[in-house]
C-alpha cells in the first residue's frame, strides 16, 4: 500500500513569490492534516480536512495561506506571498475518520524563503 | 503556559543504557498519548501510544502515563545507536478534537 505522497520534496523561492505543495493521503483514509514544521520544534496543525470540509483551520494564516481539498481526495496548500518567516517543513498527514491517533505523515516539502 | 512541553535536550546515553524520555501535558481533559519518532531529515511516525494510567510495554519500549500528574515517559532499553532521533510526544485533547505536539527531544545513543 502506498503512503502518503507529497510534492515536491524541496522547494526554493524568493519573498513574495507565491508557492504550493500537493498532498495525496493514503487510499481510504478520510481525514487529511496539514503540519508546519520549524527546525527544532514539533509540528504544528495548520487545516484538518474530514473529506473535502475543512473542520479546523483556526491555525491557518488566512491572510496568505489557503488550501483545498476537492473531491475529497488530494489537496493543495498555498501561500502566496511568501515571506521569510513561511520557511519551513510542510507535512501532509492522514488518518482514517476519527483516528487521529494514528496519522500517517508524508516525506514532507522543505521551503526556503530567501 | 504550553499544552504539551518536553525537554529538548539533547539526552545523551551509552549504548545498552536505559533513555528515559518525559512530557507533560496541560488539557487534564486529554484521553490518549503518543510517541512518534522522527529522524533527522524524515517524517514523524508512530511508535506506541497510551489511553489508560500505567505502564504499556512494546518489545524495547515502555510508555508510561498518570493522569493525575499530567505525564507521559518514554523508556527505551537496551538503547542502540539506531534509535538516535528525536522523540515527540503527542496529546489528543479531547476537548478540542485535535492532537498536539509537544517540541520533541533529541536522544543520542552512543556506541
Known amino acids: 500500500e502506498a503512503g502518503v505522497v507529497q510534492s515536491p520534496r524541496y522547494k526554493i523561492i524568493e519573498k513574495k513569490q507565491p508557492v504550493a505543495f500537493w498532498c495525496n493521503p493514503i487510499?481510504?483514509?478520510?481525514?487529511l492534516y496539514w503540519y508546519r514544521q520549524n527546525l527544532g520544534q514539533g509540528p504544528e496543525l495548520l487545516i484538518r480536512?474530514?473529506?473535502?470540509?475543512?473542520?479546523?483551520d483556526s491555525q491557518l494564516p488566512k491572510d496568505r495561506f489557503s488550501a483545498e481539498r476537492l473531491k475529497g481526495v488530494d489537496s493543495t496548500l498555498k501561500i502566496q506571498p511568501a515571506e521569510l518567516g513561511d520557511s519551513a517543513v510542510y507535512l501532509c498527514?492522514?488518518?482514517?475518520?476519527?483516528?487521529?491517533?494514528?496519522?500517517?505523515f508524508g516525506p514532507g516539502t522543505r521551503l526556503t524563503v530567501t | 503556559q504550553k499544552e504539551v512541553e518536553q525537554n529538548s535536550g539533547p539526552l545523551s546515553v551509552p549504548e545498552g543504557a536505559i533513555a528515559s524520555l518525559n512530557c507533560t501535558y496541560s488539557?487534564?481533559?486529554?484521553?490518549?498519548f503518543f510517541w512518534y519518532r522522527q529522524y533527522s531529515g524524515k517524517s514523524p511516525e508512530l511508535i506506541m501510544f497510551?489511553?489508560?494510567?500505567g505502564d504499556k510495554e512494546d518489545g524495547r519500549f515502555t510508555a508510561q502515563l498518570n493522569k493525575a500528574s499530567q505525564y507521559v515517559s518514554l523508556l527505551i532499553r537496551d538503547s542502540q545507536p539506531s534509535d538516535s532521533a528525536t522523540y515527540l510526544c503527542?496529546?489528543?485533547?479531547?476537548?478540542?478534537?485535535?492532537?498536539?505536539f509537544g517540541p520533541g527531544t533529541s536522544l543520542s545513543v552512543i556506541p
Open positions: 498527514a492522514s488518518s482514517l475518520a476519527g483516528a487521529a491517533y494514528e496519522q500517517y
Open positions: 487510499s481510504g483514509h478520510n481525514t
Open positions: 480536512y474530514e473529506n473535502e470540509e475543512a473542520v479546523d
Open positions: 488539557d487534564r481533559g486529554s484521553q490518549s
Open positions: 497510551i489511553y489508560s494510567n
Open positions: 503527542a496529546v489528543d485533547l479531547t476537548s478540542y478534537d485535535k492532537v498536539i
